[in-house]
């Protein structure tokens, strides 16, 4: 059966922590997870913005599983757009990409932007001193 990838952002209440909601993920529903970015915090809230993959089926039942643990999932419905053609290759963007979606190609010293690493942070937007990063929602 095919696989999908989707992305989502959890929001954990604090009583879920003592629960094992990754792991059923993955043992009963066949999901593999990507954790993309966490802000976890001990007997608080927390978010997740993961990658899941699996049938769709599966990410349906396990989506379902943890609604019924009162963790929000919500898909992630934004990318960025780069306006590379204006680009004058200044870096400044790639000092607060941390996932590696921004890079300096060192061969030829032009910013080379990979979309299926970016986990819409937003941090390039305002980083850009032309403005040449947009938000977009699908």
């Given amino acids: 059966m095919k696989t999908v990838k989707k992305r989502f952002v959890l929001n954990f209440p604090p009583q879920s ?16 997870i990507n954790i993309l970015k966490a802000e976890v915090k001990p007997g608080k809230t927390g978010t997740l913005l993961l990658e899941l ?7 349906k039942k396990g989506i379902a599983y943890l609604e019924e643990n009162q963790v929000q999932c919500q898909p992630l ?17 790639t000092g607060v ?6 890079k300096m ?7 080379k932007f990979k979309p299926e690493k970016c986990v819409v ?5 305002p980083a850009c001193p032309l403005n040449l990063f ?5």
């Fill in 17 to 32: 922590g003592d629960k094992p909601l990754s792991y059923r993920l993955v043992k009963e529903f066949d999901i593999s």
């Fill in 121 to 125: 942070c937003e941090l390039c937007v």
């Fill in 97 to 102: 990409c941390f996932t590696g979606a921004l």
């Fill in 105 to 111: 190609d060192r061969s030829n010293w032009e910013l």
């Fill in 77 to 93: 419905k934004k990318k960025i757009t780069f306006k590379q053609e204006q680009c004058i290759n200044c870096g400044n963007c």
């Fill in 53 to 59: 993959e699996g049938t769709k089926e599966n990410l």
């Fill in 134 to 138: 947009t938000i977009d929602f699908n």
